[in-house]
């Protein structure tokens, strides 16, 4: 009983554990099936928009770039933005001339394969329309390396392209668009450098205006510059370079200039690290050192100033002073107060970084000037904004929050065209839904510059006390004023002073250190005013018109800090963008050592989220991230309601045909539709239905589509799941009642072939045995009539042969006989009648019951074929039986001795055959021997 019971636990066991299996296994089945129903992975590649995988989630939008980037297809869209992957490696075809006519003659240029010139011709289509807002944006945003000033100058290289072919004036129009171009070159050499990830990061965003006339031709353009990185003329990290301009100038000065300059080629610069050793640097006050006074009331003592003093232009004696004395207002008293060692460094670097900021805004304004129409001459603009991209390092500061701010603002703007673009497409769909659910970055920017606290107003505030700042003051005040806001948190194991703020694209932390200062960007007054007695006439003219606002001619209310001067210059950004149609670019790059082809997924993602393509995928979601086509729709659900599809498309298609428009194609499969989604509705809560009011949040039906949310996704699924096991029960059903009625058909089928078979073998061995017994009786009536018939012959002529063939032929045997004791019938000449013994008479006479022939041999087969009447050698001879040596006088004698006859063999054909197997039953001559003995 035990053994029962557990082999029937056993059973249940398997069973439970086989249904599990096949349950996973079907799991797994499905998810792929789902996914492959909504995207074909290994078409993942031909994916021209990003927002077009179904679902739209990081993962697969990653997965669809990387196909992409394998397949070397560097441009995708991300519905109203385009994404580029940097390849790393020129690819000329993609940018030649011919690609851009291409582009710029095709009708439909977004038919064409993603590109840049996709974007560029867009805008510039936009303002051929004149259609409101007539102006446009290319913002181009990415993380260094990631391919900005790649892409900006692909773009102005269009327009000039574009512009060029299509002028008149053929002069101007080139004028202009070679000077766009060549101010590229001279920009980046002043503005840019060789870091740890791009060995020419722009370090400075900008703004470039390019002015059409009204007939849409290129006639002028301006720049605008943001935050320069000028810190990096004095300090440059480890492995990183100062900028391009000072190795150029280096490594491409004449002697002439050599010694005009200065600039033994001998000579090491502090401020020029990883020079090659042909190099020398121009910023000979980086050679300035600072060494301390002897006495303390007394300045430093200052080595290698003469050179700099020189170039500069400026008096010796009050460079060196500015660099060491700083002078302290007291009332309307001036007192002057040595400075230390560490503050004359501060000093001369700053000394340096306003010069060059300084010469850096003149070569903008020069490149503006040579460049920028009048104002009367053009109407319309296509700006292009090369912005840093979202920072995030070990160690962040002001520049940080500064270019975070900055994205911060181009995302919100981005969000809300987003938002546009999406509900513009609900609203040609026929949606009546808006994203009022959807939380924008609002609360971030609220921390950074809101008012009356933020961050900005409470750096700003302590720039104006005029007092040394203190970190973990600042940090107190920071906790104490901001606190509500969620977007702000501390690390409270970190002991350095921080914060960090919740930014769409991640967590940023930065520290406090020095922030202050940097936000003050002090220039000493002492600074300002010996550059404004320099002889050299440009650096006076940077200077004279004391436009820069020193520490001493400001009064403290009146600072202008940079966060309000960043702040200042982005909101006036962001007018000009919000006025205008926007086209966003995020280039992406796909590896951190700038590796051409590879494709590396933690950067990608990071990026993916930086540039806010992660937060379109947000914004999707937080609609309906999912939409499928009526036809597909229906294709896969359409067994929920047991829909006859293709009735229903081939009535649409019927009306298709006859009415033209396909919108009564798309109306019959949207009942369709809509017939699936109320059951599916109708089961979840069995009041609900498809209208508008209801269910709204979670499905809509457009014109040509279904919006969907992933729950109902699931909830399609799931019905799905049980519909198509329930069909797959009844087709086994059907198919196991279908098998055994094919089995039975087959077995009744084979036991009737059997049947015939068997009764067609038996009929035929009866008519064989019929024709065998007619013979038999035939032979046997014959054979017993001529027995008869013989034995009477016999008779008659018995006396008749004693008396005369026995005499004749015995005399001629008896020799033979006695001298051999047997006769060789051979050797007999003439013919020799041989009479045997009718065989019925010699049975009739046998004795015994064993018949057995005296005669042996030849002599007894001779017998015995003569009996039976047998040809044997037909008449050549005849053979008498034993009964005549012996002196029978009649055959009716009786014989002597005993008859034996051993028969082995029935002489008749069917003898030995029998019907039926019965071996009790004999027939035929064996009968008849049988019944004889
Ligand atoms: N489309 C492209 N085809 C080929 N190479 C490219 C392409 N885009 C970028 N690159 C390569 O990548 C390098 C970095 O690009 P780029 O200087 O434009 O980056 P960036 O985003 O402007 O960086 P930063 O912010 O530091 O200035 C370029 O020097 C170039 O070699």
Same mark, same amino acid.
């Given at each position: ?15 439970q ?11 797994d ?14 078409e993942? +590649?031909?994916?021209?928009? $990003?927002?077009k995988? #179904? %679902?739209?989630? *990081?993962?697969?939008? =990653?997965?669809? !770039? ?9 441009y995708? +869209?991300?519905?109203?933005? $385009?994404?580029?992957? #940097? %390849?790393?490696? *020129?690819?000329?075809? =993609?940018?030649? !001339? ?8 095709a ?10 010139f ?49 002028q ?10 070679r ?26 965003g ?11 031709l ?86 290698g ?9 400026v ?21 002057l ?27 903008v ?12 001459m ?44 999406q ?36 750096l700003?505030?302590e ?6 700042s ?10 104490k004023?901001?606190?509500d ?7 409270k194991?970190s ?33 300002i ?14 200077f ?17 800090t ?7 210059s982005l ?20 590896n ?5 082809l ?37 294709q ?12 229903r ?11 033209g ?8 499969l ?33 014109r ?10 699931e ?8 519909v ?10 059907c ?6 009625r ?38 046997w ?13 016999e ?6 042969f ?25 050797s ?13 008479l010699?049975?009739a006479s ?18 015995m ?14 053979v008498?039986t ?25 002489p ?19 009968q ?6």
């Open positions: 009983m035990s053994l029962f019971l557990h082999q029937i636990w056993r059973n249940v066991a398997l069973h554990y086989r249904t599990q299996d096949l349950r996973k296994s079907l799991n089945s499905l998810e792929g099936d789902i996914r492959d129903f909504l995207i074909n992975e290994a993942l +590649h031909t994916y021209d928009d $990003l927002t995988v #179904n %679902p739209v989630t *990081p993962s697969t939008v =990653l997965k669809c !770039l990387q196909a992409r980037y394998s397949a070397k297809v560097f995708t +869209h991300a519905g109203c933005t $385009l994404v580029a992957l #940097n %390849p790393f490696q *020129p690819i000329p075809h =993609l940018y030649s !001339l011919d690609v851009m006519r291409e582009y710029h003659t009708p439909q240029p977004q038919e064409f394969k993603p590109h840049i996709i974007v560029a011709e867009e805008a510039y289509r936009n303002v051929q329309g004149q259609v409101e807002p007539i102006n446009q944006s290319l913002v181009v945003s990415g993380e260094s390396g990631a391919g900005k000033t790649w892409t900006s100058r692909c773009l102005m290289k269009y327009y000039a392209t574009v512009a060029t072919s299509s008149k004036c053929q002069d101007t129009v080139e004028k202009i668009e000077r766009v171009l060549d101010s590229n070159p001279v920009m980046e050499a002043f503005g840019n450098a060789c870091t740890l990830r791009n060995s020419n990061s722009s370090r400075f900008k703004y470039i205006q390019l002015q059409l006339n009204g007939s849409q290129l006639v002028g353009a301006s720049v605008q510059t943001y935050l320069l990185e000028k810190t990096r003329v004095a300090f440059q990290a480890p492995t990183e370079r100062n900028f391009h301009i000072f190795y150029q100038m280096m490594k491409g000065a004449t002697e002439k200039q050599r010694l005009e300059w200065m600039l033994p080629s001998e000579q090491d610069f502090a401020w020029l690290p990883h020079a090659e050793k042909t190099l020398e640097g121009l910023l000979q006050l980086g050679n300035v050192y600072f060494s301390p006074a002897s006495e303390e009331a007394q300045p430093c003592d200052l080595d100033h003469s050179k700099a003093a020189d170039l500069l232009q008096p010796l004696d009050e460079l060196q002073s500015c660099l060491t004395v700083r002078t302290l207002l007291a009332g309307k008293q001036s007192v107060k040595p400075c230390s060692q560490s503050e004359c460094g501060v000093r001369r670097d700053c000394l340096a970084k306003v010069i060059y900021a300084q010469l850096f805004d003149w070569l304004t020069f490149i503006n000037n040579s460049m920028c129409a009048d104002s009367s053009w109407c319309n603009f296509i700006g292009l904004l090369d912005v840093y991209g979202f920072e995030c390092f070990l160690l962040n500061n002001l520049e940080q929050l500064c270019i975070n701010y900055a994205n911060e603002k181009l995302q919100q703007h981005f969000v809300a065209h987003y938002l546009k673009a509900q513009e497409e609900y609203v040609t769909e026929g949606l009546q839904w808006s994203f009022i659910r959807y939380q924008d970055n609002q609360g971030c920017l609220d921390l950074i510059e809101g008012s009356p606290s933020s961050i900005f107003s409470l700003n505030e720039c104006r006390l005029n007092r040394v203190d970190a973990k003051q600042f940090r107190v005040r920071l906790q004023e901001l606190s806001n969620t977007s702000i948190s501390w690390d194991l002991k350095e002073p921080h914060f960090t703020v919740a930014h769409y694209a991640g967590n940023v932390s930065y520290q406090i250190e020095g922030m202050m200062e940097k936000n003050k960007d002090p220039v000493p007054p002492e600074i005013s010996v550059l404004q007695k320099s002889q050299d006439s440009l650096l006076h003219s940077l004279a018109d004391g436009d820069r606002e020193s520490e001493g001619s400001r009064g403290h209310s009146k600072v202008v940079v966060v309000s001067k960043f702040k200042n909101e006036s950004l962001m007018k000009i963008l919000h006025s205008t149609t926007p086209h966003y670019t995020r280039c992406i790059k796909p951190p050592d700038c590796r051409p590879t494709f590396k997924k933690e950067e990608v993602i990071a990026q993916l989220e930086a540039c806010g393509i992660v937060e379109t995928i947000n914004i999707s979601a937080a609609g309906f991230p999912i939409r499928i086509p009526y036809g597909s729709f229906l896969r659900y359409g067994l929920i309601a047991n829909t006859r599809l293709t009735a498309m081939n009535r649409a298609n019927t009306h298709v045909s006859l009415t428009p396909e919108m009564s194609d798309q109306a019959v949207g009942s369709a539709v809509e017939d699936v989604l109320n059951l599916v509705l109708k089961r979840r809560a069995p009041n609900s239905t498809l209208s508008p009011d209801d269910n709204n949040s979670l499905v809509h039906c457009g040509t589509k279904v919006f969907l949310t992933h729950s109902l996704l909830m399609l699924e799931e019905h799905r799941n049980r198509c096991s329930q069909k797959a029960f009844c087709i086994q059903c198919w196991r009642r279908y098998q055994t094919q089995r039975n058909l087959r077995t009744q089928a084979a036991t009737r072939l059997q049947a015939v078979v068997r009764s067609w073998l038996v009929r035929r061995e009866i008519k064989k045995w019929h024709k065998a017994a007619s013979i038999i009786q035939t032979t009536r014959r054979w017993r009539a001529w027995m008869d018939a013989l034995a009477e012959a008779l008659d002529d018995a006396e008749d004693m008396e005369n063939e026995a005499s004749s032929v015995l005399p001629k045997l008896d020799p033979l006989l006695k001298e051999r004791g047997s006769v060789q019938l051979s007999i000449q003439e013919p020799v009648l041989v009479r045997g013994w009718p065989i019925g010699a049975m046998a004795p015994s019951v064993t018949v057995s022939l005296t005669a042996t041999g030849f002599q007894r087969i001779m017998s074929m003569a009996c039976l009447k047998s040809p044997f050698r037909h008449g050549g001879y005849k008498k034993n009964q005549f040596d012996q002196g029978v006088a009649s055959i009716r004698a009786q014989p002597r001795g005993s008859i034996k006859m051993h028969l082995q063999r029935s008749l054909l069917y003898a030995d055959m029998h019907p039926v197997h019965k071996t009790d039953v004999v027939t035929g001559f064996n008849i021997l049988l019944e004889r003995t």
